[in-house]
């Protein structure tokens, strides 16, 4: 039996592709940008460094927001 998942899990999932979102759209505008440049491979190297970076700031903003949440539902009510 599958359970559905609640709002707040959605919210989880749909940041997890953002973030991947966030790490392959660079790549691709450096590639394009490669191409038109004839720069190859400097600007597609140096986007994925930056994609690559900003994906896992974001992971980790994420993260801490998750723990914050699970830390607050475990607190009892005043």
Same mark, same amino acid.
């Given at each position: 039996? /599958?359970?559905?998942? #609640?709002? &707040? $899990?959605?919210?989880?999932?749909? !940041? =997890? !592709?953002?973030?991947? #979102? $966030?790490?392959?759209?660079?790549?691709? !505008?450096?590639?394009? @940008?490669?191409?038109? @440049?004839? #720069? %190859?491979?400097?600007?597609? /190297?140096? %986007?994925a460094?930056?994609?690559?970076? %900003?994906?896992m @700031?974001?992971?980790i @903003?994420? =993260? &801490?927001?998750?723990? &914050?949440?699970?830390? !607050?539902?475990k607190?009892?009510?005043?």
């Amino acid at each position: 039996m /599958s359970q559905q998942p #609640t709002p &707040r $899990e959605m919210g989880y999932y749909a !940041a =997890l !592709a953002q973030v991947g #979102t $966030e790490m392959v759209i660079p790549i691709v !505008a450096g590639y394009w @940008l490669d191409d038109w @440049l004839h #720069t %190859a491979p400097w600007i597609t /190297s140096i %986007a994925a460094v930056v994609g690559f970076v %900003a994906g896992m @700031l974001h992971l980790i @903003l994420i =993260l &801490r927001q998750k723990d &914050r949440d699970e830390s !607050a539902d475990k607190k009892p009510p005043p």
